[in-house]
């Protein structure tokens, strides 16, 4: 059995508590604690309690392949919604229900889902099959159908196999009515790594990812589940060397695997796979997308890492930014040059733009690689494709250095239950797990973490391993420590330990889990359930 499949049973087997195993495309059945069900009535009674507008915001998206054109001359064949990568934004407001029906136009027998990055939604809408859902088989339809009721910057992709790294991702904007910042314009700005249909797929990237590095004969120990990574770094081997070259003399190529990526702010290895682009609004560094304004005016960024493994610092040439929230939280406003933007990390950034053509660099941050945009209020040249505005040295804002604003901050609480979440595995066989325990494996207990509604719950993220991982909850937000900001998807820097506190108060079952896609795939993933 794949390890999709597998994952598919305990999926199934986790989702069956009180109401019966959800189906998927294939037959699937396993012993579960008692876990509250997706179709339980605590899930209804806490989407009741959402304030809503009454007002329906009805949309259908089409997942099929397509051929896109990323500008420049590079055109890709891939999978999207609608046939445009980023798909079509979808922007409604706090309150409205949104009803998003899913058709299934995906080749051969391939399923697919939607999962809402970010959203404290229903739990029987969250778009991981099987555990919430039922699978969308090819030539299917799903409506998904959740009161928003949390404004932010969010935005949406499957949960099946690696399919996020391909073009099924859009940005979601959910406004506040009250908005209290003051702006002349938007702009939404999405960044992406891309691989598909250029030099390969994703499935061929994660299939050569899973060799691990074994086959290299470097020596050391590949037994523990701290593995490690060092060897990622062999050779000192750039981003640009050749893809068919053989990583050992009697090892396997290196045709995606990316080898010396190094970052001081990520503390170490910056990430497993070499992308021929990096994307910014779906277009690459040669062929930008540019945003046309007026000097003076003030824009709000609202900027989305779509990545599967590259962190980004974002920086706009010749100007400062003031960051107002993260993961659609507010946070006590701060003064940047550049942040540091994880895979499935938002920001939303005020700048007010001066006169003249200025670059908005996505630096793929440690891999000497960069998206690029063009800000265009006056005249003047377009920057070279690789430009490097000084800003990108200056101050470097992350989620550490930030404090959630007062009305959004955990009131104080007694903490009812702490749980270790241990980050391990290593490249050695890419063998990457929460606590030990690949999630999917067959050997693998899968153990949830088990909540009950009405905790305050404490997660501590024990990183054992040498690589950074944004570790992502969904459902809900959790605070960084006693006064950091509000997030759903936080950065874990190699061999530290980060502290997240959270109300439980979503009940149902949910993914937490590395966002980086291919090592949640190979197992950084676990289910936290709310006991029956």
């Known amino acids: 059995m794949n390890s999709i499949n597998r994952r598919s049973v305990l999926l199934a ?17 396993s012993t579960t604690p008692a876990l509250v069900s997706p179709s339980d009535s605590a899930v209804a009674a806490a989407e009741k309690k959402r304030a809503g507008t009454g007002r329906q ?39 409205d229900t949104l009803a998003a029906e899913l058709a299934n136009q995906l080749p051969g027998k391939t399923t697919t889902s939607i999962h809402w990055h970010g959203i404290a939604l229903r739990n029987d809408m969250d778009g991981v099959p099987p555990a919430t859902q039922t699978a969308v088989c090819a030539g299917s339809t799903f409506t998904y159908r959740f009161i928003a009721d ?25 406004e506040d009515p009250r908005e209290p910042l003051a702006y002349d314009d938007e702009w939404v700005i999405v960044l992406d790594d891309w691989v598909d249909g250029v030099t390969g797929t994703p499935d061929e990237v994660f299939a050569e990812l899973k060799q691990g590095m074994g086959g290299m004969d470097m020596g050391g120990d590949s037994g523990s589940g701290t593995e490690s990574h060092d060897m990622h770094n062999m050779g000192n081997m750039s981003d640009d060397a050749s893809p068919s070259a053989s990583a050992s003399s009697g090892g396997m190529s290196s045709r995606f695997m990316l080898m010396g990526a190094e970052s001081d702010l990520l503390g170490g290895d910056a990430g497993d796979v070499k992308y021929p682009y990096h994307l910014v609004n779906g277009r690459v560094a040669a062929d930008p997308d540019v945003y046309t304004g007026k000097p003076g005016r003030k824009v709000r960024l ?25 993961d659609g939280f507010p946070i ?31 630096l793929a941050e440690g891999k000497n690689a960069n998206g690029l945009a063009l800000v265009r ?57 929460i606590n030990g325990k690949p999630f999917g494996m067959a050997d693998s207990d899968a153990s949830p973490i088990l909540i009950e509604e009405g905790q305050r719950v404490r997660l501590d993220f024990v990183n054992d391993t040498t690589m950074w991982h944004p570790m992502h909850l969904h459902g809900h937000t959790y605070q960084l420590g006693d006064s950091g900001p509000r997030k759903d998807t936080a950065i874990v820097l190699p061999k530290k330990k980060l502290s997240v506190f959270f109300d439980a108060d979503n009940p149902g079952q949910w993914m937490l889990h590395c966002h980086n896609a291919y090592h949640g795939e190979a197992g950084m993933m676990t289910n936290v359930g709310y006991q029956a």
């Open 332 to 362: 006590q406003h701060r003064q940047t040059d550049a942040l540091l933007v994880g895979m499935g990390e938002r920001y939303d950034v005020l700048v007010t733009l001066g006169d003249g053509v200025f670059p908005l660099v996505a």
């Open 302 to 326: 609202r900027i989305i890492n779509a990545g599967s493994d590259t962190a980004y610092r974002v920086a706009l040439g010749g100007h400062r930014m003031t960051i107002t929230h993260t």
């Open 57 to 95: 915001h009805k949309i259908t998206l089409t997942a099929a392949p397509a051929t896109i054109d990323l500008g420049g001359g590079v055109r890709a064949k891939t999978w999207t919604f609608d046939g445009r990568a980023p798909g079509k934004e979808v922007r409604l407001t706090a309150g």
């Open 377 to 433: 209020t006056g005249s003047g040249s377009a920057p070279s494709a690789t430009v490097r505005p000084k800003e990108l040295s200056g101050t470097v804002m992350t989620a550490s250095r930030l404090r959630a604003a007062d009305d959004v901050r955990l009131k104080s609480a007694r903490i009812d239950v702490t749980h270790q979440v241990k980050l391990t595995g290593g490249m050695m066989h890419y063998n990457w797990a």
């Open 13 to 29: 087997g986790l989702g069956a508590a009180g109401a019966g195993v959800l189906s998927a495309c294939t037959d699937s059945a």
């Open 150 to 174: 949390a404004p932010g910057t969010y935005f949406f992709h499957p949960h099946v196999g690696v399919q996020l790294d391909r073009g099924l991702y859009a940005p979601l904007i959910v």
